[in-house]
Each structure stands twice: as structure tokens, then as C-alpha cells.
């Protein structure tokens, strides 16, 4: 797995530019820094629970699986991670073509964008999550759960043949 992160390396300035940029229809504005110290939840009167997304230095318009897998990889075990993926992704599937619908779009009919699509993007914003998560402050600062996470989807990406 080093000789592959080490073979990688020459070239990952390119690798995270391509994986930031859109490379399909679906594109958004992304927070591109999306990882739990980044959400501020609040209570209300009524107990409900807020959530805000805070920090927005470094947004850019890219592929919204970027953001989903930012927060996965830094923010929950490797096990959670693989076991509720699957949820993460359908649900997001759910609330973007149900919201898409009220706008009278058919995401699949209409953008020909399907669930396994999304699934695809999905893996390749694994490797610009790690690639982030290498050069972030935590895993600078030796944050052993970070740097564990991180180990984890680098053996995943490695097993699925990423890199």
C-alpha cells in the first residue's frame, strides 16, 4: 500500500484538481471541507435539533459525493463507514431526486443519472477524501482516530483496486 501512495504522490496535485472537478451532470456548490467539527447542531424550544454547516472558505462547485465522502471518512470508524454507506447514499439519492421532482426534473429520465452512477462518483470522492484528509491539520497534529480512519479506506481503496 505504500509503494501505491508513494507511486501516487508525484501526481497528486493533478489527482485532487480532476477529482474536484464535476464529471458528470450532477455538480453543486460543495463545502469541501465537510467533516463533523463543521456542523453546528443547536436544540430548539420545541426539541427539535438544527443542524448548520459552518466554515465555507473553501467551497467550490464539484460533485456532491465529494462532501458525502469527506464526512464519512473523517468523522465515523471505518466500520460504520462501510456498513451504513449504502444508507449515507440512498438517502441522499432519495432527497435529491425528491427535490429535483418538485422542480418538475427527472433526474434519471432527464439527466440519464442513475443511483449506481452516484455510487460510481461516490468511490472516486473516496480518493480526494483521502488526499484531503492527508494534508489536513488533525493528521498533521497526529490525531490517532483520523490517521486510523484514513489507514482504513486507503486499505479499502487499495482492495477495490482504486489505486
Partial sequence: MLAKLHKLRPKARDTIADLLRPSSCIATLTHTDFWCNNLLFRQGDDQSIDCSIVDWQMVTYSRPTNDLALLLVTSVSGDIRRGHTGDVLDAYWNALT??????????????????????????????????????????????????????????????????
Fill in 98 to 163: 425528491a427535490h429535483c421532482r418538485t422542480f418538475g426534473l427527472d433526474v434519471e429520465q432527464q439527466l440519464n443519472y442513475t443511483r449506481h452512477d452516484l455510487q460510481t462518483e461516490y468511490q472516486e470522492s473516496l480518493l480526494l477524501a483521502v488526499l484531503l484528509g492527508i494534508g489536513s491539520v488533525d493528521l498533521a497534529i497526529g490525531h490517532p482516530d483520523t490517521e486510523q480512519r484514513l489507514c482504513q479506506v486507503l486499505l479499502d481503496l487499495s482492495n477495490d483496486q482504486v489505486f
